[in-house]
């Protein structure tokens, strides 16, 4: 088989039965996939007598049995006759575990040296802890100019990034497939075809409520996209910990479409202050043309960067890296975003604030004093940690709030991770800080726990969550980085949290 320059998309196929897996191959097919991957462990015994409904396919197919030990459902002792059997239907490959399946290799070969039976894919998934050179010394061993090889391994993005990289053999006419799970799995994906790698998985497309079999893989309408458009189409990604929680991507790619611009847009959650840092500069030499970066890591994007907008250097960090002939730019267009909000909140007489609360004392709460001393607003400082809240309070002009005393403002800004998954409580008290005249502005876009809307609720105060702040800052970036701006209606649909 010959592979082409562009990476095939395998879309992985969740559904459980020939009905819903047909259903699928034509969804795929319609989203721009080039094969299908059945996962046949994932049907019962029952439903694989029913294998041959599946031909002839619209796309050519993967048939994959996945052991417990590499993350499938499929028994170890059924697992010699259940390929046996998926050898005699003509898919396009078979997959077969390096580690399990080269001693039933002659018996298989034998069985595919028919015409139309399917070549293997010799596959390995590496325990978590395996090292990188335990993946780049499978590549060396296994597969054929025929016969891909595919290996999948846990990684998080330093590791990606220095050890398996680097060991990555140059596109040539012997085809491979490396995939990583964990944070850095979206990335390998997205590199694959400037990697030269033969496929690349994807779940199914994102209209499909499908949900995937694997949380890495990138949706196959985002994917093809990408990969069937130029070769040098733009990456961007949100950076920070955790960022599962974004619809950052949904925003950009949205935008990029009705632009009639090319690119994609990914979620990299990163461990570290050190990892932060030592991914910028690969990132930027990797076809990235920028990246917005969320908590804990905005002063970090803003001591890499070479340059910095106004409103980064007067907040003391970045949301926003932009690269741009080798060097880095940042920006904070979180100051924008509580400018323009603000701004129309008071237009559309919901709050007249003499006095504002801002809540936290991180990049956020840095933007939002920024905001309000841009628009000559005073404003008071509440933090868990006084000195901290002190500090910050004295660089901005502001005022130190103790929480137990003293009256509510007209507007609360809450500008702390509060309410996401992994940080259900505040930890300040409200009692004193919101009362019936308030109007809480959250950062916190689409909350898990509510308890800023139900402390609002119960004093008759008003809440808005961070949808508008979200895609105010969304819009900045994508400015910034397209030379275009939004178009009004659009951000106004999503402001309101239109998807």
Partial sequence: MTFPSRPRIVVTLTARDHVGSRTQIREALEDGADLAEV??????????????????????????????????EGEPLRRAEALEELATFPFAYLDLEVARDLPLEGELARRMGRPEAPQPLFSAHLPRGSSPKDLHRLLSEVGTARAPAKVVMFANLDTLLTEVLPGLPPPTARPYVVHTTGPSGPLLRAWARRLGMALVFAAPGRSRSAGSVEESQIPCD????????????????????????????ELHERWMEMAGVEGMYLLLDVASSSEFVGAVPVLGAGGFRGVNVTHPFKRDALAVAIRAGRAAERAGCANVLTFREGEVEAENTDVAAVIRRVRELRDEAKVDPDRVTVVGAGGAARAALTALEALGLSAEVVARDPVRASALAAEFGAEVRDPTVGSPASLFIHATPAGRRECPELGIPLLRLVGRDSYILDFVHAPLHRFLEERAARHGAR?????????????????LWWGV?????????AARGGS
């Fill in 39 to 72: 996962r046949v462990d994932r049907w019962s015994p029952e439903e694989r007598r029913s294998l041959s409904a599946l031909f002839p396919s619209p796309l050519p197919l993967v048939a994959t049995y996945r052991s417990r030990a590499e993350g499938g």
């Fill in 222 to 249: 985002r994917l093809a996209r990408f990969l069937h458009g130029a070769p040098d189409a733009p990456l961007f990604a949100l950076l920070g910990h955790p960022v599962s929680h974004s619809i950052s991507p």
């Fill in 485 to 493: 701006p939004v178009d009004p209606q659009e951000l106004k649909r």
């Fill in 463 to 479: 809440y808005e969550d961070g949808r508008a702040l979200l895609a105010y800052q969304a819009a900045e970036s994508f400015a």
